[in-house]
């Protein structure tokens, strides 16, 4: 455990707050919202070795001033997970420093990677990370400026990332109009983007016509047709610091848990080179589990260019650091490749290559073999390439221009998702206690297995305020590998204490792992009964409460939902007040199918609250449930309240052969068998059977007394 006196808590100040937030790509102080939902503002790369964190929906950014020797908590107020960014790292001889996630995910830094380098780490689960540096070196130092935090759990956070190569071109209106509806965080550009030289007035013509709106959020690389003017002068003048380093063009940026690395295929790529140097450097350096990258010329083509050999020493770099994709133009088609080495041999730890020189240039035609390791082609359909990214994977999405009807999809695991070392997390349920003066309560900690972790962790509480007693019982448990162990957390406030609201931390320690779990107890008689959510702010509500949903998509979400129709409206664009819904995967995507409810069961829970004493206790809600005329009694929308017992408020299933639109109707309850009780609400959404266009929203739920 750490000593009490060495162990500080850096809560987010305003200390150069501003330049804080220009480093992580955030928006200024004044237009912001806690937690922020608003779309993500990207930031250019910079030079020298600082690798921006692009902001993505559902994050909000601080400023954090640590360093020193000991060990430092950074935390974020209802944060479900944390990126730290570190300005410096100098770690000398065997010296280290690790970064832990109050849930568990650790990351351990050691050796001379991080020198000189502006960085920001992998999501740590969490409200709160343990900065915690063993220096024997003096000479060893470390500095964080701030973090981004997220307000959705990292198993629901995802982010979008859109582009394309040989770009301008007759269809580049086209292609520009579905990077407008997918509107990414980010757009990368694969080469040749402005025809048929890449000079400065073409880029101010065509190009910023139709794919100008983007700049803001543009990464490109540049192709062939860039080098027909002198040194891609047009290329860097148009995109300025956005193209690397003038000369060079090759740099690297981070969004989520994504490391994007571009390419320039067009200087030299031999082994030992600058550019593979610089490779080799960067993706050591490299903190987060997933790594893509991009350039214009393709290793591997069955179009009229063939392979582009020379790119091998930068595959070779980037298949020894576990890269995951590569995106490549120069064809003007689309191929999607297996997992590949750099050598061409199919490997499951090898690397995607998906060429798609797709942006709106006249097509070249395709060669009539078909190698084992080629899974998609076409050479008639104008496109981009949309990746829906996530902390441990991606899915992969071909999205044709309006009227065109091929699509390609693919997805996989990254190659370094997941922690690898043995871990335990804490959590605590009830997360929140109110307990008056004279009375007691308790709340079940549970200590849980991450990655095969096993073996007694000791327990013990603090926070607690003059007069109160806080025990945990036993205090010490045993965690099997891969199970869970609890314990109970007794709190007992004497008649006298004073009203007020505190903060209680169960510290668990296991050899050198601490981890934590809070507990807000409040004392007093607190919240009135009842509860009522227009969900227009964070609640608490809980996605897959039970962790046994099993839908691949729709998930359930609190936002702005975006309209879908299909063979009328299905996914309402409206709410019945305020701007925001409980609904099943709300943005649109790229049809009404993207993001609705797929094969399986969706759930989320609200948290506790008091159900009223005495009769005309009374729930009351709006909902939404469409469907496509595929759908079935197996597809339903149900609303449960849990308590000592569980009962369903609402049940609505599909109909065979019927098309039923979206429409918000008006749901009452009653809830007097759980008159004086704690309950919760659970919600569920499925797609079962036949897989159908499944669609639901929930919205101003009440609970409260109905007057006699």
Not at 241 to 266: M, T
């Amino acid at each position: 455990m750490i000593p009490h006196n060495k162990r500080r808590r850096i809560v987010s100040g305003t200390a150069g707050l501003a330049l804080v937030l220009a480093a992580l790509g955030a928006a200024p102080a004044h237009a912001r919202k806690e937690p922020a939902s608003a779309k993500p503002i990207p930031q250019a790369p910079a030079a020298g070795a600082v690798v921006p964190q692009l902001s993505e929906p559902g994050t909000y950014t601080r400023a954090a001033a640590v360093s020193g020797t000991a060990s430092r908590q950074v935390c974020g107020t209802g944060a479900k997970w944390l990126r730290l960014r570190f300005t410096e790292l100098d770690l000398r001889g065997a010296d280290s420093l690790t970064v832990t996630g109050s849930s568990g995910l650790s990351q351990r830094f050691s050796g001379q990677k991080w020198r000189d380098r502006v960085f920001t780490t992998r999501a740590l689960r969490g409200d709160c990370v343990t900065v915690q540096p063993k220096f024997a070196d003096p000479a060893s130092t470390y500095a964080i400026d701030g973090f981004q935090a997220g307000s959705r759990s990292l198993d629901q956070a995802e982010t979008v990332v859109a582009g394309a190569g040989d770009i301008c071109g007759s269809a580049c209106a086209d292609t520009a109009k579905v990077i407008t509806n997918i509107n990414p965080a980010a757009v990368f550009t694969a080469g040749d983007n402005a025809y048929d030289s890449g000079t400065l007035a073409e880029y101010n013509g065509a190009y910023k016509r139709t794919w100008g709106p983007f700049l803001g959020k543009t990464y490109p690389t540049p192709g062939n047709h860039e080098y027909r003017t002198s040194g891609a002068q047009g290329y860097f003048d148009f995109y300025g610091a956005r193209a690397g380093e003038r000369g060079k063009g090759w740099y690297s940026w981070d969004i989520g848990d994504w490391h994007f690395v571009a390419l320039n295929s067009n200087l030299s790529m031999s082994a030992g080179s600058a550019q593979e140097q610089w490779l080799r450097k960067d993706l050591t350096a490299n903190t987060k589990p997933c790594t893509a990258a991009y350039l214009h010329h393709p290793l591997y083509n069955v179009g009229n260019h063939g392979a582009a050999t020379a790119t091998r020493p930068l595959w070779k770099a980037l298949y020894d650091h576990k890269a995951d994709l590569m995106m490549a133009g120069h064809d003007h088609n689309y191929q999607r490749w297996t997992l590949q080495d750099h050598l061409g041999n199919a490997d499951p730890k090898g690397i995607r290559e998906i060429l798609v020189g797709t942006g709106g240039k006249s097509f070249y035609s395709l060669g009539s073999s078909s190698p084992a390791n080629l899974q998609a082609k076409n050479s008639n359909t104008h496109g981009v390439l949309k990746l829906t990214l996530s902390s441990t994977g991606y899915k992969a999405d071909f999205v044709p221009i309006e009227g065109r009807e091929f699509t390609d999809h693919s997805s996989a695991t990254c190659h370094r998702a997941g922690p690898t070392e043995a871990d335990f997390g804490m959590s605590a349920e009830p997360s929140g206690l109110t307990v008056a003066p004279g009375a007691s309560g308790t709340s079940t900690v549970k200590v849980s297995s991450v990655n095969g972790f096993s073996g007694d962790t000791r327990l013990s509480v603090s926070g607690q305020p003059s007069g109160v007693t806080a025990t945990v019982s036993p205090s010490s448990v045993n965690v099997p590998g891969g199970g869970s162990a609890d314990a109970t957390l007794n709190v007992s406030v004497p008649a006298g204490t004073p009203d007020g609201a505190h903060t209680l931390t169960v510290t668990g320690t296991s050899g050198t792992l601490t981890r934590t779990a809070k507990i807000g107890l409040t004392v007093g008689s607190g919240p009135p009964p009842g509860f009522t959510d227009d969900f227009e702010a964070d609640k608490g509500w809980t996605v897959n409460p039970g962790r046994t949903d099993t839908a691949t998509s729709g998930a359930w979400e609190r936002g702005d939902p975006e309209e879908t129709a299909e063979s009328g409206v299905k996914q309402l664009g409206t709410t019945p007040s305020g701007t925001n819904a409980l609904v099943t995967g709300r943005l649109a995507g790229s049809g009404p199918g993207t993001h609705d409810v797929d094969a399986g069961m969706t759930s989320v829970q609200s948290p506790s609250f008091a159900v009223p004493s005495g009769p005309g206790a009374t729930l009351k809600f709006s909902y939404n449930f469409a469907h496509r005329d595929n759908s079935g009694p197996d597809d339903h929308l149900r609303v449960k309240v849990v308590g000592s017992t569980t009962a369903t408020v609402l049940e609505v299933k599909g109909t065979s052969a019927t098309d039923l639109d979206g429409s918000w109707k008006a749901a009452t309850a009653d809830l007097s068998a759980f008159a004086g009780q704690n309950v919760r609400l659970l919600v569920e959404a499925a797609d079962n059977g036949t897989a159908s266009l499944v669609e639901a929203a929930i919205d101003d739920v009440s609970v409260q007394t109905t007057p006699s």
